[in-house]
């Protein structure tokens, strides 16, 4: 398998579409994560009885968040993908937050978008079409799954596309930065 980590993003900030790669797909309890090292899907943990992923979560390739992983994408479809799927993505916001482990803080966004190959999801271009009680539940998945592996995720605002797109460009930056080094 190759480094899916590395693939061609194909941000185009016009559209706000980019690649994202899924590790988990709607409706797993299994957390999956890409090992680089290895070039192959690892369980990254558990969640616990009765919780599971509200939608399909992965990243965008050849990005980098501060937290030094891909950016989080969180994506809207109606059917689950599969672990390590290939999707093409409409970015329609972005939930601003952080991430406290062992008393550090760590800027942990996480990008929301809808499958371009998605009926139910096909017109949405903002956060804010997005249902709020959908967008509480997210966060509020966040918060729980966070706290289940001794951290805690603090929201600190929701922004659409312009604010999301901001956040891919710095990502491809940072990750185009740390290949130089």
């Known amino acids: 398998m190759n480094n899916l980590a590395r693939i061609d993003h194909q ?10 790669i ?13 090992s680089e090292k290895f070039c192959v899907f690892e369980l990254g943990g558990l969640l616990p009885e009765g919780m599971s992923f ?6 965008i390739p050849s990005t980098l968040g501060d937290d030094g992983d891909p950016l989080d994408v969180m994506v809207l479809m109606e ?12 970015i329609v916001g972005v939930l601003l937050a952080e991430q406290i482990e ?6 942990n966004h ?9 009926y139910a999801h096909e017109n949405l271009t903002d956060i804010d079409q997005v249902n709020t009680s959908v967008l509480n539940q997210i966060e ?7 706290k289940g592996r001794g951290k805690k995720f603090l929201p600190k605002g929701r922004h659409g596309p312009k604010r999301a797109a901001e956040v891919i460009e710095t990502g ?4 185009q930065s740390r290949d130089r080094d």
């Open 79 to 90: 059917e689950p993908a599969h672990v390590g799927c290939l999707l093409q993505v409409r």
């Open 11 to 20: 941000w185009e900030r016009k559209k706000s579409c980019c690649n994202v």
């Open 54 to 59: 509200p939608f399909d979560f992965g990243f």
């Open 102 to 107: 062992d008393k550090k803080r760590t800027t």
């Open 172 to 175: 491809i930056t940072m990750f």
């Open 110 to 118: 996480r990008l929301l978008g809808a499958a371009i190959h998605s």
């Open 22 to 34: 899924i590790e988990t797909p709607k409706g797993r309890r299994n957390k999956f994560n890409f």
């Open 140 to 146: 509020e998945f966040f918060i729980n799954y966070n």
